[in-house]
Each structure stands twice: as structure tokens, then as C-alpha cells.
Antibody
């Protein structure tokens, strides 16, 4: 059973950096059969995929156009975790942030394990 | 980018009835890349259906998915009180890679 334990501050000031960590148990961040994603949810934007990291002999990252240039997702194999950094935040970045495993079943992509979510509020 | 539009926005039905939720895509979606999620109040979304019609592990057979091209449907038979949730369709695009979601359909049980 995969479990994703998220942590990080719930309040970030405008223009600063949002940082979250997701510790993985029951799987490896460097698995060749999965990806590790960050997805956020807000009343105004709904569910929004932000990006992912994954290992296929080397590390890859993909980011959503909406946050490209502000986002970095970094794996840490020594701690079996991944982190999210989102720079220059504004109140529009206020949302519940989820760490999510992507897994391909028979050639079909799924988002099968979700963390509990972290509410991050951007406010001074 | 593919835009997914769900209807209705809210569905209010009685126990034992059937719920039908529609997901329409702005462009053709490859069926293996269409999924459905259930989000109960205060919880993270949970995978229900993937590949348009394949139930995820542990999902009761009351839940079924169908459709192809631009029109997909989630059907829930014999509604129970525990089915109260918001249901989302989701599409995977591979070039560039992205996951996009519908705006959600809220299911209420009378």
C-alpha cells in the first residue's frame, strides 16, 4: 500500500516561495513504473495538474504551462521523497496541494494514490 | 489543450436510483486516457474508472464508465448514501504531457 505523507507551511506571503515535501512509503521515488505529481485544487481553478518528476535511467520533469518558470519539483532518493517549490506566489496560488502517484496500468495512465492534501494560503 | 465539460453541475437523486454524469471533451480523447474520480467531502480524490471503462481496484460494480471520442459517461446504479461526492472526469494528454480535469459534478442523495 502506497502512502504519501505531505508536509509544509500552511501560510506563505505574496512574492515568496511555497515549499512542500512528500514522503513516499510503499514505493520508491526512483521507480521505473510510476511518476510523482503535484496537483492543486481551488474553488476558482478546480483541479489543476502542476507537474511531475520521474526516473527512467535519468530524471525527467514536466511542468504545466500555467506555472512553468515558477515551479521546481525535485526528487530526493536518500529520503525517498519529492518536493515542490513554487516561486513568486500570489493569492491566486492559494489552494489545497496534493502529492499524487501516476501509474500506468496496461498502457493506461492513472493517478492512483493521493496524499491527504495541504492547504496553502497566500496572504500577508 | 483539451477542455472537459461535465453535466449536470449538480445531481439530486434518491437512494436506489441511477446517476448518469456526462463528460464532453473539446477534442477527441483517446479512450485509454480518460478516467473518473470520486471526491468525498474533506477527502482527496479517489480513482474510480480508468481507460474510460475499467473499474479501479476495490470499486463496486455499481460504478461503470462508457463512451469514446468526445463523449464519456459515468453511471452509478442503485445509489447509496455513501455515494455523496463530487465526481470528476480527467484526460491525459501526452504531447505535451498534461492531466486536465472537468469542473466536477456534485451528487446529492435525497
Amino acid at each position: 500500500q502506497v502512502q504519501l505523507q505531505q508536509s509544509g507551511p500552511g501560510l506563505v506571503k505574496p512574492s515568496q516561495t511555497l515549499s512542500l515535501t512528500c514522503v513516499i512509503s510503499g514505493d520508491s521515488v526512483s521507480t521505473h513504473s510510476g511518476t510523482w505529481n503535484w496537483i492543486r485544487q481551488s474553488p476558482s481553478r478546480g483541479l489543476e495538474w502542476l507537474g511531475r518528476t520521474y526516473y527512467r535511467s535519468i530524471w525527467y520533469n514536466d511542468y504545466a504551462v500555467s506555472v512553468k518558470g515558477r515551479i521546481t519539483i525535485t526528487p530526493d532518493t536518500s529520503k525517498n521523497q519529492l518536493s515542490l517549490q513554487l516561486n513568486s506566489v500570489t493569492p491566486e496560488d492559494t489552494a489545497v496541494y496534493y502529492c499524487v502517484r501516476g501509474f500506468w496500468i496496461g498502457g493506461t495512465p492513472t493517478l492512483d494514490y493521493w496524499g491527504l492534501g495541504t492547504l496553502v494560503t497566500v496572504s500577508s | 489543450e483539451v477542455v472537459l465539460t461535465q453535466s449536470p453541475g449538480t445531481l439530486s437523486l434518491s437512494p436506489g436510483e441511477r446517476a448518469t454524469i456526462s463528460c464532453r471533451a473539446s477534442q477527441t480523447v483517446t479512450s485509454p486516457y480518460l478516467a473518473w474520480y470520486q471526491q468525498k467531502p474533506g477527502q482527496a480524490p479517489r480513482l474510480l474508472i480508468y481507460g474510460a471503462s475499467i473499474r479501479a481496484t476495490g470499486i463496486p460494480d455499481r460504478f461503470s464508465g462508457s463512451g469514446s471520442g468526445t463523449d464519456f459517461t459515468l453511471t452509478i446504479d442503485r445509489l447509496e448514501a455513501e455515494d455523496v461526492a463530487v465526481y470528476y472526469c480527467q484526460q491525459y494528454g501526452y504531447s505535451p504531457p498534461t492531466y486536465s480535469f472537468g469542473q466536477g459534478t456534485k451528487l446529492e442523495i435525497k
